[in-house]
């Protein structure tokens, strides 16, 4: 089913990106469309990662934190007010070949001049029973945005790379303990990172390991370690879990359309948001494998409807 009306933009995806690109760009005047992505428990649901996320103390303007959910719904509320349309649904296709690109949400077809895209990332999780209810109760794959709500408490940190490394050293400055649960008795990350995480005296390792289960009622207060080589299980006592085993863009859609880095973020080039396609910007965490944080998402989404409107108008639009 194809859609007469072609739009000025449409923006695939809505976290703190896609929807500051959704404020910027409807208060510009362009309509946009935001195909929001469906409920699910993963973070490509509407919202986006903060919905996965209880309190947010490091948004700025905030200084009694918000929920992140709330967060999000305050975004989109702010949206709409300024007359961004949205779509409850997956994007399942898209034709950036030629202009007005198209987007698809199974059957049905958009067409737009211009294209955000804000698909973000996930964290890779352990896929274990309970993981998702307990993610916010003591389960975080954010050490930058939990680590303050566990001061003098034990954490465990899953993963041997460099972010298990970075997870864990950053924690030592609130936890009394930080024990690191690599599966293999070597780790990934760089050496200058193992060092100082070897040096951090509030760190210890436990080698050849994995979770295998997560117990507290409400919250998590331990978990079960797994020998790799003997199957031998054991419990640790723990209030906070990080899951630090990598983060994966949500950039399946825009293989063989747009330039992909090596680990699979999109290119973006010359410190703004185009991307090789004319026409096609991309801001937040599915360009960004640095900084990944809400509020350097929602400027990069800024940044995309500018570029965005001024790239209209240098296109007679
Ligand atoms: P990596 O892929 O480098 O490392 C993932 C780690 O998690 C590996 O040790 C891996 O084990 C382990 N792992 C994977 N799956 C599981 C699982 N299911 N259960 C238990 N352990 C698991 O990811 P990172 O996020 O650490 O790093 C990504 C990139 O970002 C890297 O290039 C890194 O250098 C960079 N980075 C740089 C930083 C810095 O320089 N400050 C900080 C953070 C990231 P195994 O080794 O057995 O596969």
Not at 58 to 65: M, Q, R
Not at 101 to 127: C, K, N, P, Q, Y
Not at 132 to 160: K, M, N, P
Request: with cysteine; aromatic share 8%; net charge negative.
């Amino acid at each position: 089913m194809s859609n007469d009306r072609t739009r000025e933009v449409i923006v695939i995806g809505s976290g703190p990106a896609g929807l500051t690109a959704a404020i910027y760009a409807s208060r510009a005047q362009l309509s946009p469309l935001v195909v929001e992505g469906e409920p699910s428990s993963t973070s490509d649901q509407p919202g986006g990662q903060l919905m996965l996320t209880t309190d947010v103390e490091n948004y700025p303007g905030f200084p009694d934190g918000v929920m992140g959910p709330e967060l999000m719904m305050n975004f989109r509320a702010q949206a709409e007010r300024f007359g961004a349309e949205f779509i409850t649904a997956k994007v399942t296709d898209v034709d950036f070949s030629s202009r007005p690109f198209g987007v698809w949400v199974g059957e049905e077809e958009h067409r737009a001049e211009a294209v955000i895209v804000s698909t973000g990332a996930r964290s890779l999780m352990l896929d274990i029973d309970r993981e998702d209810e307990l993610l916010g109760h003591g389960v975080s794959t954010c050490a930058t945005c939990d680590g303050f709500f566990f001061r003098d408490q034990e954490i465990v940190v899953v993963g041997g790379g460099d972010s298990a490394m970075e997870e864990a050293s950053f924690l030592t400055r609130f936890a009394s303990k930080v024990t690191v649960i690599v599966r293999r008795d070597v780790l990934r990350a760089s050496k200058i990172m193992q060092e100082r995480a070897h040096a951090n005296p509030k760190i210890v390792f436990l080698w050849n390991a994995e979770v295998a289960a997560l117990h507290g009622e409400t919250k998590l207060d331990g978990v079960t370690v797994k020998d790799t080589r003997t199957g031998e299980k054991s419990r640790l006592d723990a209030d906070g879990l990080f899951v630090a085993i990598g983060h994966r863009p949500n950039t399946d859609l825009f293989v063989g359309q747009l330039e992909l880095h090596a680990n699979g973020y999109l290119k973006t080039f010359d410190g703004r948001s185009h991307t090789n396609v004319e026409g096609v910007f991309a801001c937040g965490d599915v360009q960004d494998d640095w900084y990944r944080q809400a509020v350097t998402a929602a400027g990069s989404g800024c940044m995309a409807a500018i570029d965005a409107e001024r790239w209209l108008e240098s296109q007679g639009h």
